[in-house]
């Protein structure tokens, strides 16, 4: 496709702190006011995505570099809207969302 050109204004990730929206913060799922059938399609393949490639019992700001660039990319080669978010933000919020509610050690 064609390259982000100076014209080209991305979507900026929302302001607050992610799934607290009662403290000033937003979910998702209303940031993005997708359609519900696209946002659980959308989701779904983005938590396959990670659970390949992250290590799923560390919290994303603890991801090596290299795991997020890879997430990323395969999310953006499944998405290639992704593009038009700041920095991936809503792949991004998905999967740190994912992992905060991964089942962590003791669990079957």
Not at 14 to 39: F, H, I, N, Q, V
Not at 44 to 54: D, R, S, Y
Not at 76 to 89: A, G, R
Request: charged share 20%.
């Amino acid at each position: 496709g064609d390259q982000d050109g100076p014209g080209k204004s991305l979507i900026l990730a929302p302001s607050g702190t992610l799934s607290k929206p009662g403290m000033g913060g937003y979910t998702l799922k209303s940031a993005l006011r997708w359609e519900d059938k696209e946002y659980k399609l959308v989701q779904n393949a983005l938590h396959e995505i990670a659970k390949g490639i992250l290590d799923m019992l560390q919290p994303m700001h603890k991801q090596t570099s290299a795991a997020v660039s890879s997430f990323y990319q395969k999310a953006v080669e499944q998405f290639p809207f992704l593009h038009e978010y700041e920095n991936y933000w809503p792949a991004r919020d998905s999967a740190t969302m994912y992992l905060k509610n991964w089942p962590k050690k003791g669990a079957c």
